[in-house]
């Protein structure tokens, strides 16, 4: 009689598994084979900060700082639950940020009203500056399992994003023609992968599904290819700020058909969305826009976790400005993410957050 295999440990939180499981039931990572990386990708946060040679597409990255013992008696932990009281560690997936260039990173975080975090991101940056990706992807709370969909969707849009070639050609035009189709083989991936969750988990009645954003940041242009209501803004240092995304939801319509935006937000159906990833999706075709960045400032690619509590590009642009004075010129993207993070919270922490930033600084 052939063997069951032998339980085998997740690399992202030490909790066990069957050998043959795609995913971690304790925090939702991939535990299969990773992917071979593209000769000379950009880089990504490693899976642990001591090893700079990690597999950009391995486990999910143990956020730094992470207790060794147990938050609630100090008991040592074992396979995911301490070995004295038996809670549960805190999950990788709780918080956790990835910096892979000094101008670009981002934090994603539980919030404090949702039992497990559903948002997922995926950043990448080349060494030279040349391009930078976000892409942000958040389950739909009322599918089980998302969070699994919205992790697998935002790392596989990252690698088609962070693999693709440089643009053939010179000029606006050419670069805006490549990276609109390379935003929608990215979504095509993404859309992939949230499928696949949930054919591994035998096609349940209501499957896993996510939103999806997507940024590629290149010298003076920003391209953006979207789902859902998970959001990216253009946030000079001088000048008005913009909403470079448009809701896929039934809160647009609402405000289309003359409801006013403070009356549409505060509606229960505002945050409903109208085209997603996953196997139910009836549309997963990524919108797509450009624009010029001519200035300094931030790119910033969100969940609604986040824009929630500031909504508008100024109130989000004064979100970060509050937090750079706070910490002052040492603000870095990482700094000012980690901050917009905690402002989330302060207002209730009502929903998963993320937030992911892109300094820009034209010569």
């Known amino acids: ?20 499981d ?68 805190p999950s990788p997936r709780d918080h956790w940020s990835e910096e892979p260039a000094p101008w670009l990173a981002g934090v994603c975080d539980r919030g404090i009203a949702h039992p497990r975090n559903e948002d997922a991101m995926a950043l990448a940056a080349t060494a030279d500056a040349s391009r930078g990706v976000m892409v942000v992807c958040d389950g739909v709370t009322t599918a089980p399992d998302s969070d699994r969909a919205a992790l697998a969707a935002s790392r596989a849009a990252c690698q088609v994003l962070a693999a693709a070639p440089a643009v053939e050609g010179s000029g606006e035009a050419a670069a805006i023609r490549h990276w609109d189709g390379v935003l929608r083989q990215a979504a ?15 096609d349940p009645p209501e499957p896993p599904s996510c939103t999806f954003v997507a940024a590629v940041v290149t010298p003076g242009l920003v391209h953006v290819g979207w789902c859902g209501d998970s ?37 229960p159906r505002f945050h409903t969305i109208t085209r997603w990833l996953g196997a139910d999706s009836v549309d997963a075709t990524p919108e797509i826009a450009a624009r010029r960045l001519d200035t300094s400032g931030y790119v910033a ?63």
């Open 1 to 20: 009689m052939t063997e069951a295999p032998a339980a085998a440990a997740c690399p992202a939180c030490g909790a066990t598994h069957d050998p043959a």
């Open 22 to 89: 795609a995913f971690c039931e304790a925090c939702g990572s991939p535990i299969g084979g990773a992917v071979d990386p593209p000769a000379d990708p950009p880089t990504r946060s490693p899976a642990d900060p001591a090893d700079a040679t990690a597999d950009p597409t391995g486990p999910m990255p143990r956020p730094t700082g992470e207790a060794a013992a147990c938050r609630a008696c100090g008991g040592a932990l074992e396979d995911g639950y301490c070995t004295e009281c038996g809670v549960k560690a």
């Open 188 to 202: 095509q991936a993404a859309n992939a992968e949230a499928v696949g969750a949930a054919h591994i988990l035998g």
């Open 231 to 267: 959001r990216a803004y253009w946030l000079p240092d001088e000048g008005e700020g913009e909403q470079l995304t448009v809701d896929h939801s039934l809160g647009t319509e609402m405000v289309r058909s003359g409801m006013s935006q403070a009356d549409a937000e505060v509606d």
């Open 301 to 363: 690619v969100v969940s609604d976790g986040l824009w929630n509590y500031a909504s508008s590009p100024a109130a989000l642009r004064a979100a970060m400005d509050r937090a750079a004075e706070h910490v002052g010129s040492t603000a870095s993207p990482a700094t000012l993410a980690a901050h917009l993070v905690e402002f989330a919270n302060a207002q209730g922490g009502h929903d998963n957050i993320t937030a992911a930033l892109a300094r820009v600084s034209p010569h």
